[in-house]
C-alpha cells in the first residue's frame, strides 16, 4: 500500500511540536510552549556558545533538596555562578514546579498544584519565541522579533557585559549568599543621575540615606547628570552623562575581555564589586575582584535608623579582600547565630533596672575597654571637654549608658541598641563598654535580683501566713494539710520535669537527650561523617524548635568515670560559648553509659579536605580561614567565663560553614577524657605534628600548647601541605615546621608557598603571617605570644619582628 508524502510529513511536525531539550537546541531558541521542571535530571536552555544556561538550579543550603531557583547562570564554570533569578515571594519554588513560555502572558512558573508563583512583566502583542543569548539575557520577542521581555531590563543583584540600567533602575541583594529573598542593600540610578548605594529597612522599601555616591546628579549644571549606567562589552562600567561624557567606576587594571567572563554584584554584604573570571580552564579556575565600591564599606556605613553593614550592637571589620566580616562585642552573643551578620544581644540586663538603682554600678558592672572602635549614630549625652578616665566613670555610674566613647577631649555616651559599629584605625578613640559581673548573672536571667514571679509567690505565702493565723484551729488545720498537698503535687511536677528524656539546662540552654532519641535521629548511627580520639560522629536530623535541623552526633569513647553532675557541669561549661568561629554545642546525652554531644552541622566538613586537596584554595580565603581560628582561640582562652584549652588543635577539628568560615571543634572534649586514654599517644593530648614540646618534658600545660598547634596548623593552611609527610620529594622538607624555617633564614618564601602568584602578590601579609607562625612554634613556651598578641599581629595591629630559630635545643642536638 503507497503512504502519501503528507502522511510521512505529519509524524515529523508534531515531534517539532514537543518540548524542547537544552541538548536539543543549537541557537538557543525556545518555542512558545516549551516548558522545564524542577528536577535533578531537568535539561536548561542554553545559549548558542553554551556560555550561559537557563532553567532550575537546586538549592543545596536548605534543610531540605526541594527547593531550585529559577534562574540564569555561567554554564561553562565549575561554580556555575547565578547573574539572574525570577525574585518571587519567596523566589526558591518547590520541586516539580514548571516554568513555561506562554504567547500572552511571557514566563510563568508554577507549583506542581498549579499555583503560580512568579510570571514575568506584563507586555503588550503576544510572543513568539524566547532566546537565551550569549551576553546572559533571556529575551521574549514577537514574530518579527522585537523584543517584548528581557530579563536585562529586570536585573536582581548582577549587571553583565552590554548591559545598562536607565533611571529609576535598582539592584537589589541576596539577603545571604544562599538565601535569595530580598536583602537590605540596593544600587540605584537616581532620576536626578546619581548613583547611589544604600541600605533599605525590611520589609518596607524605604531608603536610608546613601553609603555611597557617584555625584553625578544634576546638580547646577544637568547636562553633567546621570542619564544610563553602562557595562560596555570590553568590561568597563561607567554613568554614561547627558552631555555625552563619562564617569568611570572602574579602578582596577585592565582585563582581557576575549579570555575572560565578567561579572559586576551587588553583594549581599553591601559591597558592588566587579569581578573577572578566565574562559580557559588553564586559567586559576576563580572569580577575582577587579574593583569594589565603597573601597571601606564599615567606614563608609552610617544609616540614622536602621542597622549598618552589621546588626546592631555589633562590630564591622573590613578585611584586605574589601568585604567586611561582623563580631559582637565581649558580654553579647549573635541573636541568630545562623546569622553572622545579624544583631547582637547582650548577654545580661541592662538598664535602670531595680537592683541597678539600689546598688553602686561599679559592683554591678566590669569596663571592657577596645580601641578605635565607635558606633557614631547612637550618642544621647555629649561631654567636651572631658578626661577618658572621667568618661569611663561617668557611663559605669549611667544606668542609661552602654558604651562610652573617648576621642580628642570628647566623651560620647551611648544607650542600647548600637548602631552602625565599626573598626577604624584612623579614630584614635577608646570605647568604654559596660559588661555585667557575673556573681550577678544568675542562671534564671534575674541577675541578682528576686524575680518578679518568685518575689510574688513569697507575697502569696506571707498573705496566707497572716490569714491562718487569724482562723480557727480546725479551719487551720484544713489549709494547713492544703497547703502540704499542694507543694507535694508541685514538688512532684518539678520532679518529672527533672527527669524527663529531654528537658533544657538552664545555664547554657542546653537540651538533655534520651539516648533513644539521638539514636532515631541519626537511624540507628548509620551515617559516619568523621572520627578521632574523642569518638565518631554521625549526621541527624532532630526537630528543634520550629524546624527539623540537621546536626552531628558524637559518641565518646572515652569518659572520665565522674558523677553525673561534674559531667553535666563540664558540658555546661562548653555550652555557655558563643562565638562565630566555635562549633556550637545543641545539646548532650548523659543517659546510664552513654555520653554523646550534638553539634550544628557543618556542610563543608574539615579544613583538611579543603587546604589538602588537590585543588590549592585562594590565598584570601586561607588567610581568613587562619585568623578565624586564631580568634576563636583567643575566645576559648580570656573571654570565656572558664578558660578553655583545646588540646588538640589540628586541620580535622577545624570544621567550615557554607560561607568557608573556620569554626573549631571538639573544645573543652580534653577534659571529658581520661588523661591516660588517646589514639596517638599514652598520657599525652595531642596529635602527632601538632603537639608542643612542654607534653614531652613534664612541664606544665598552660594555653600555650593551643598556641603551638595553632602555629603548625597555619603552616599548613600557608603552605597547603601537611605538617609532616615523609613522602615528599626533597632533603629536609618531611618536617614542614624545620622546612619553613629554613626557607625563612633563606629568605626563599616563594619556594615555601610553590610560587603561588596570589600569595606572592600580597607578599607583605605572606612574610607576617610566616613569622607569626615561627613565634607560634618557639620550642620554649615563654617565647610564644598569647592569642590576644597572634590575632593583633594577623590583623597587622601590631609590628612583627623577626624570630629566632623555633627550636634551638633541638637543633644544637642534631
Known amino acids: 500500500m503507497a503512504v502519501s508524502r503528507n502522511h510521512l510529513l505529519l509524524p515529523l511536525f508534531l515531534l517539532l511540536l514537543l518540548p524542547n531539550s537544552a541538548h536539543s537546541q543549537t541557537n538557543g531558541t525556545v518555542t512558545v510552549g516549551t516548558s522545564i521542571s524542577a528536577a535533578d535530571n531537568s535539561s536548561p536552555w542554553l545559549s548558542p556558545s553554551g556560555d550561559f544556561a537557563f532553567g532550575f538550579r537546586q538549592l543545596q543550603n536548605q534543610d531540605q533538596n526541594d527547593l531550585f531557583l529559577l534562574s540564569i547562570w555561567y554554564a561553562k564554570i565549575p561554580d556555575e555562578t547565578i547573574v539572574w533569578y525570577a525574585d518571587g515571594d ?53 514574530t518579527t522579533s522585537e523584543k517584548l521581555w528581557e530579563s536585562f531590563e529586570h536585573p536582581t543583584d548582577t549587571l553583565l ?69 553602562v557595562f560596555n562589552e570590553t568590561g568597563d562600567m561607567y554613568v554614561l552623562r547627558a552631555n555625552g561624557g563619562s564617569f568611570s567606576l572602574a579602578g582596577g587594571d585592565l582585563v582581557s575581555a ?80 545562623n546569622d553572622v551578620y545579624g544583631s547582637c544581644k547582650a548577654d545580661f540586663v541592662q538598664g535602670c533596672t531595680e537592683d541597678e538603682l539600689s546598688s553602686k554600678e561599679e559592683d554591678l558592672y566590669d569596663v571592657e ?37 573617648f576621642r580628642d577631649g570628647t566623651c560620647w555616651k551611648k544607650k542600647l541598641p548600637l548602631s552602625n559599629g565599626r573598626i577604624d584605625s584612623s579614630l584614635n578613640s577608646r ?25 510574688k509567690n513569697q507575697d502569696t505565702l506571707i498573705r496566707v501566713g497572716a490569714a491562718l493565723l487569724g482562723t480557727s484551729v480546725f479551719v487551720n488545720v484544713l489549709l494547713a494539710a492544703a497547703v502540704c498537698l499542694g507543694f507535694f503535687f508541685i514538688y512532684h511536677q518539678k520532679r518529672s520535669k527533672t527527669f524527663a528524656p529531654t528537658q533544657s539546662v538552664p545555664e547554657s540552654n542546653l537540651r538533655c537527650f534520651a539516648y533513644e532519641e539521638l539514636e532515631l535521629a541519626t537511624e540507628g548511627f548509620k551515617e559516619e561523617l568523621g572520627r578521632g580520639a574523642f569518638g565518631i560522629v554521625y549526621k541527624g536530623t532532630l526537630q528543634m524548635g520550629s524546624g527539623v535541623v540537621v546536626v552531628a552526633v558524637k559518641k565518646l569513647n572515652f569518659v572520665v568515670p565522674e558523677t553525673e553532675k561534674e559531667f553535666r557541669n563540664e558540658v555546661n561549661v562548653i555550652g555557655q560559648t558563643h562565638h562565630k568561629n566555635l562549633v556550637r554545642l545543641l545539646g548532650y546525652c548523659d543517659d546510664g ?50 578558660q578553655i584549652i583545646h588540646c588538640d588543635i589540628k586541620p580535622q577539628n577545624i570544621l567550615l560553614d557554607e560561607y568557608n568560615n573556620a569554626k573549631i571543634s571538639d573544645f573543652g572534649l580534653a577534659k571529658l577524657l581520661m588523661m591516660d586514654q588517646s589514639q596517638t599517644h599514652t598520657a599525652i593530648r595531642g596529635t602527632k605534628g601538632y603537639v608542643a614540646p612542654e607534653w614531652f618534658r613534664n612541664m606544665p600545660v598552660t594555653s600555650k600548647v593551643d598556641v603551638y598547634s595553632f602555629g603548625v596548623v597555619l603552616l599548613e593552611i600557608i603552605c597547603c601541605r601537611k605538617s609532616v609527610d615523609m613522602e615528599i620529594s626533597g632533603e629536609g622538607k618531611e618536617i614542614l615546621t624545620d ?76
Request: proline share 5%.
Open 90 to 142: 519567596p523566589p526558591q519554588a518547590p520541586r516539580g514546579s514548571k516554568a513555561t513560555l506562554t504567547a500572552d502572558r511571557g514566563l510563568v512558573l508554577t507549583s506542581p498544584q498549579g499555583q503560580e508563583l512568579w510570571k514575568s512583566e506584563s507586555f503588550v502583542g503576544d510572543a513568539s519565541h524566547g532566546v537565551m543569548s550569549d551576553e546572559g539575557n533571556f529575551i521574549i520577542e514577537d
Open 593 to 642: 553509659h552513654n555520653r554523646l554531644l550534638v553539634y550544628e552541622y557543618l556542610q563543608n566538613g574539615a579544613l583538611a579536605s579543603f587546604v589538602f586537596g588537590d585543588i590549592k584554595p585562594s590565598w584570601n580565603h586561607r588567610t581568613g580561614i587562619a585568623l578565624g581560628i586564631a580568634k576563636g582561640l583567643l575566645y576559648l582562652h580570656e573571654e570565656c567565663s572558664t
Open 258 to 337: 576575549r579570555g575572560n567572563y565578567f561579572r559586576a554584584t551587588l553583594s549581599f554584604d553591601g559591597v558592588f564589586t566587579q569581578y573577572y573570571h578566565p574562559k580557559s580552564s588553564s586559567g586559576n579556575g576563580k572569580w577575582t575582584s577587579l574593583w569594589s565600591i565603597p573601597e571601606n564599606i564599615c567606614r563608609a556605613m552610617r544609616v540614622d535608623a536602621g542597622a549598618g553593614v552589621c546588626g546592631h550592637n555589633s562590630i564591622c571589620t573590613i578585611r584586605e579582600s574589601q568585604r567586611p566580616t561582623c563580631e559582637c562585642p565581649k558580654g553579647y552573643s549573635l541573636i541568630d547565630l
Open 739 to 814: 622546612w619553613a624555617y629554613d626557607c625563612f633564614r633563606e629568605g626563599s618564601l616563594d619556594v615555601l608557598v610553590d610560587f603561588e602568584a596570589e600569595a606572592l602578590e600580597d607578599k607583605k601579609r605572606l612574610d607576617i603571617y610566616v613569622m607569626v607562625s615561627m613565634w607560634c612554634i618557639q620550642e620554649n613556651p615563654s617565647l610564644r605570644p598569647n592569642m590576644r598578641s597572634v590575632v593583633q599581629m594577623l590583623e597587622g595591629v601590631v609590628e612583627v619582628h623577626v624570630p629566632p630559630c623555633p627550636s634551638p635545643y633541638s637543633m644544637m642536638t642534631d
Open 431 to 455: 570605647a568604654f563598654i559596660k559588661v555585667r559581673r557575673d556573681n550577678f548573672n544568675l542562671p534564671d536571667g534575674t541577675h541578682g535580683r528576686i524575680p518578679d514571679k518568685k518575689r
Open 369 to 405: 575597654e577596645m580601641f578605635n572602635v565607635d558606633w557614631p549614630t547612637s550618642d544621647y549625652v555629649e561631654l567636651k571637654p572631658f578626661e577618658g578616665d572621667a568618661c569611663k566613670d561617668s557611663c559605669l555610674r549611667d544606668c542609661l549608658c552602654a558604651v562610652a566613647i
Open 161 to 229: 557585559p552590554t548591559q545598562t540600567m536607565d533611571r529609576g533602575g535598582v539592584l537589589s541583594s541576596r539577603q545571604t549568599e544562599t538565601n535569595f529573598s530580598k536583602g537590605r542593600f540596593q544600587l540605584r540610578l537616581q532620576q536626578d543621575g546619581n548613583l547611589v548605594l544604600n541600605t533599605i529597612n525590611l520589609p518596607t522599601d524605604f531608603a536610608n540615606s546613601a553609603y555611597y555616591a557617584s555625584k553625578t546628579d544634576t546638580g547646577t549644571d544637568s547636562s553633567t547628570a546621570g542619564t544610563q549606567l
